[in-house]
């Protein structure tokens, strides 16, 4: 078999360039190489620094979104007895859980329909308005729902930041208060 012939491996280069391959756009073969090498630069070239930034965007919204979930199971005790309804506390966690696995799988599709930045957005922005609204909750009710509604923007939110949310959490509830949190 010759050397042409072989079937690709992990090492082998998935696209060959062969002199008797390249065809010109007339139909002639063009058997002949340019004589000085095109000057490629990519259009989308980022550099370092605006990297850096994006990536540190993302990373601090996804790290919010984990931490949000895990503080808040610290918090269910004080809440519960501000509102004068430690029964109904446990609807805090579940509201924000289960729109939060409601609504997970659909940012695939949004990210596709959207775009990544879209659903990014889309995503700060129900985080966002629903952490606002939590701060803001006159009643159990109002704060059962405002936790729903920033779960819809943690579903795409949700990853790191877990582990430190339980003691952030009771740290900020010591110093501040839960409004704060």
């Given at each position: 078999?010759?050397?042409?012939?072989?079937?690709p491996?992990?090492?082998?280069?998935?696209?060959?360039?062969?002199?008797?391959?390249?065809?010109?756009?007339?139909?002639?073969?063009?058997l002949?190489?340019?004589?000085s090498?095109?000057?490629?630069t990519?259009?989308?070239?980022?550099?370092?620094t605006?990297?850096?930034?994006?990536?540190?965007?993302?990373?601090?919204?996804?790290?919010?979104?984990?931490?949000d979930?895990?503080?808040?199971?610290?918090?269910?005790?004080?809440?519960?007895?501000?509102?004068?309804?430690?029964?109904?506390?446990?609807?805090?966690?579940?509201?924000?859980?289960?729109s939060?696995?409601?609504?997970?799988p659909?940012?695939?599709?949004?990210?596709?329909?959207?775009?990544?930045?879209?659903?990014?957005?889309l995503?700060?922005?129900?985080?966002?308005?629903?952490?606002?609204?939590?701060?803001l909750?006159?009643?159990?009710?109002?704060?059962i729902?405002?936790?729903?509604?920033?779960?819809?923007?943690?579903?795409?939110?949700?990853?790191?930041?877990a582990?430190?949310?339980?003691?952030?959490g009771?740290?900020?509830?010591d110093?501040?208060?839960?409004?704060?949190?």
């Amino acid at each position: 078999m010759s050397q042409s012939h072989l079937p690709p491996s992990e090492t082998s280069p998935l696209l060959r360039s062969t002199a008797h391959s390249i065809i010109s756009y007339d139909g002639e073969d063009d058997l002949t190489s340019p004589s000085s090498p095109v000057d490629f630069t990519p259009f989308n070239k980022v550099s370092k620094t605006d990297l850096a930034w994006v990536l540190a965007g993302l990373w601090s919204a996804v790290f919010l979104g984990a931490l949000d979930g895990t503080i808040v199971a610290t918090l269910l005790a004080p809440i519960g007895s501000y509102f004068n309804e430690s029964n109904r506390s446990s609807y805090i966690g579940t509201s924000y859980l289960l729109s939060v696995c409601c609504f997970t799988p659909l940012y695939g599709r949004l990210s596709d329909i959207l775009g990544r930045k879209g659903a990014m957005l889309l995503a700060l922005s129900l985080f966002g308005v629903g952490t606002l609204l939590c701060g803001l909750a006159p009643s159990m009710d109002s704060l059962i729902a405002a936790r729903a509604i920033a779960g819809m923007g943690g579903g795409g939110l949700f990853g790191l930041g877990a582990g430190l949310g339980g003691p952030l959490g009771g740290w900020m509830n010591d110093s501040f208060g839960w409004c704060v949190s």
